[in-house]
């Protein structure tokens, strides 16, 4: 099992930036892909970020790429979404996820609000 609790969360103007914390305890994440995705109300949950386990490489939702950074700490068993110039569009939960193989783990979620 993987217990994940995301931080970082709040309330930001329109340009702003957060950083969003996901640590992770119960397993060592190092060989699991860690993503980041978001739910607005009344939408689906969207793909924001993921970091591969295997050589790092990322991926970004096509809405935060250029503005969205993610990154991992394996030695802290984090991972981190920097966010910057942010927009009212990225309102929403964030959550945290922990992928191996066909197992998902899930974070609780921390809201974002950006106001214009």
């Known amino acids: 099992q993987v217990q994940l609790v995301e931080s970082g969360g709040g309330l930001v103007q329109a340009g702003g930036s957060l950083r969003l914390s996901c640590a992770a305890s119960g397993r060592i994440i190092s060989s699991y892909n860690m993503g980041w995705f978001r739910q607005a109300p009344g939408k689906e949950r969207e793909f924001v970020a993921r970091?591969?386990?295997?050589?790092?490489?990322?991926d970004y939702g096509d809405s935060v790429k250029g503005r969205f950074t993610i990154s991992r700490d394996n030695a802290k068993n984090t991972v981190y979404l920097q966010m910057n110039s942010l927009k009212p569009e990225d309102t929403a939960v964030y959550y945290c996820n922990a992928q191996q193989s066909v197992i998902n783990y899930w974070g609780q979620g921390t809201q974002v609000t950006v106001s214009s």
């Open positions: 970091i591969r386990w295997s050589g790092g490489s990322t």
